[in-house]
């Protein structure tokens, strides 16, 4: 019996995606003992699921599956795939190697809306759980995004079969989609996507903690929340049960 079950802590529903960037599969099974249950999805970041072995990385994914984590290749991977014209092979390449999900992202090319939606709709024909992106990586292009202009590009995902639809935050949360040059969340923009989406189908990319906490303050401790390193998870989870102090008593 765990020594504090007394607190009768129940886990939520929430989804918590982490980034592996190249971790080796012995790291990840002695993590996961620490962290998989509070693990939903992990991403093989940009294309780091290319230049390694194809054999630890199907080690890899079947460490993940133990847990219950769903794994997908990175939205760079596919962008490549895709502007190459080698989509259907990278879908059977990610069907080959285990991955249960994929990014459908046009974060650093132009996607034509038909050419998203086609991409969205053939991954989920294939079978797989399709988490799509909006924004962009690049700072000034993705400056140019207006908040209802994410608002009508997630719900265009949506429509064609995304399952969840993540808003760009890249590894750093700054300057990019809902957070400014400091990391703040832009509390303006985020009730406005707020208002006009269903947030349960909303993954929001958070790295930082003042993210993290203003999210699950805003939505509850069952909020979406991608791009988090390995060694923030028991943190964020923390955050999420009202056991540190940011959100305790808060929540």
Request: charge should be negative; hydrophobic fraction near 35%; include cysteine.
């Amino acid at each position: 019996m765990n020594a504090f079950s007394f607190l009768n802590l129940e886990k939520g529903t929430e989804n918590t995606m982490v980034i592996d960037k190249g971790l080796s599969p012995d790291f990840i099974n002695d993590y996961l003992k620490v962290c998989g249950k509070y693990i939903t999805f992990a991403k093989f970041g940009w294309g780091t699921s290319a230049v390694q072995p194809r054999d630890v990385v199907k080690e890899k994914i079947e460490n993940y599956k133990k847990y219950g984590i769903k794994t997908y290749p990175g939205g760079t991977l596919f962008e490549v795939c895709f502007s190459k014209d080698v989509f259907d092979e990278f879908l059977k390449e990610c069907k080959d190697l285990g991955f249960e999900c994929v990014e459908i992202s046009d974060g650093s090319m132009e996607l034509k809306p038909e050419d998203k939606d086609y991409a969205i709709k053939q991954a989920k024909k294939a079978g797989f759980i399709v988490l799509s992106e909006v924004g962009k990586k690049s700072i000034v292009l993705d400056g140019e995004l207006e908040i209802h202009e994410r608002i009508e590009l997630v719900k265009k995902d949506l429509e064609s079969g995304a399952d969840f639809v993540i808003i760009e935050g890249r590894e750093s949360g700054k300057s990019i989609g809902l957070f400014d040059e400091k990391g703040n969340v832009k509390k303006e923009e985020l009730e406005i996507l707020a208002e006009n989406v269903d947030m349960s189908k909303i993954m929001l990319e958070a790295p930082q903690k003042n993210q993290q906490v203003e999210f699950i303050l805003r939505f509850g401790n069952d909020v979406n929340l991608g791009n988090i390193s390995f060694e923030e998870v028991i943190s964020l989870e923390t955050l999420r049960r009202g056991l540190r102090g940011d959100t305790f008593g808060k929540i």
